[in-house]
């Protein structure tokens, strides 16, 4: 699922705190701050997107993801190497190696880590 910006700022911080009311979410950008009801208005589509979760704590809602940032960057890894490189690691690897100002000790380290990922290791 496809999240706007300002969606995507508001899941990072909410796994960043792990559960949060409104104002905890705004008192967490940096100024200009957004006004409490826009915030207020962005979590409730996260919440029909099923990214969040409410939970009634007193007469406050407070929210929690859905899944953990891990999975949900593994989820959309999956499907932009479904899009855009025919599902195909190696090319989108090389797409990143070729678009990326990588240094020679990235690139290093890189070679490592598939060498011994690899079968024949």
Request: proline letters at 4%.
């Amino acid at each position: 699922m496809e999240l706007t910006k300002r969606e995507n700022q508001i899941m990072q911080i909410i796994w960043q705190l792990k559960k949060a009311v409104i104002r905890d979410i705004v008192d967490q950008f940096p100024s200009p701050q957004p006004h409490y009801n826009t915030v207020a208005s962005l979590v409730k589509i996260l919440v029909k997107k099923r990214v969040l979760q409410s939970e009634l704590i007193g007469i406050t809602h407070q929210y929690s993801p859905t899944q953990d940032f891990e999975e949900y960057r593994e989820e959309h890894i999956e499907e932009i190497k479904e899009k855009f490189f025919d599902n195909s690691f190696s090319k989108m690897m090389v797409h990143f190696a070729k678009t990326e100002k990588m240094t020679d000790q990235e690139r290093e380290e890189l070679i490592k880590i598939i060498k011994s990922t690899s079968p024949e290791s």
